[in-house]
């Protein structure tokens, strides 16, 4: 997992990038145009203290880790947590997540093995 860190790669994405909302998080994405996506987590200092956000922080990288290989590749994405995160359960954030990706179209088509002559299919 790559991460954004330069102000003007944030810039780009916030600007040129489309965003998706839900209750708990924001999700900005903008397709690269060389390979390999890159990830951002903002939590802001208005959701509490260090300990809180690093909190939110770590849950959301978490999420965004086991569901990477879902997500199609060449993509900046910054996930920004809003207050509803704080006491959101892991399954939620993860819901949201997915269902932010989804609507912004980063799901990774996967392609279903088609039956062989000899097989059924039941």
Not at 30 to 40: D, I, N, Q, S
Not at 60 to 78: G, H, P, S
Request: aromatic share 6%; net charge positive; charged share 30%.
């Amino acid at each position: 997992m790559r991460t954004l860190t330069k102000p003007r790669d944030f810039d780009r994405v916030f600007r040129q990038g489309r965003s998706v909302a839900a209750q708990h998080l924001v999700l900005y994405c903008l397709k690269r145009p060389r390979p390999g996506g890159r990830v951002a987590f903002c939590v802001s200092k208005k959701l509490g203290s260090a300990v809180v956000r690093n909190r939110v922080r770590r849950r959301l990288r978490e999420v965004y880790r086991l569901n990477q290989e879902k997500l199609a590749t060449r993509w900046d994405v910054i996930l920004l947590a809003r207050p509803a995160a704080l006491g959101a359960s892991f399954q939620d954030l993860e819901k949201a997540f997915l269902s932010l990706a989804e609507r912004a179209n980063l799901i990774r088509e996967v392609a279903t093995p088609a039956c062989s002559v000899g097989e059924r299919s039941s």
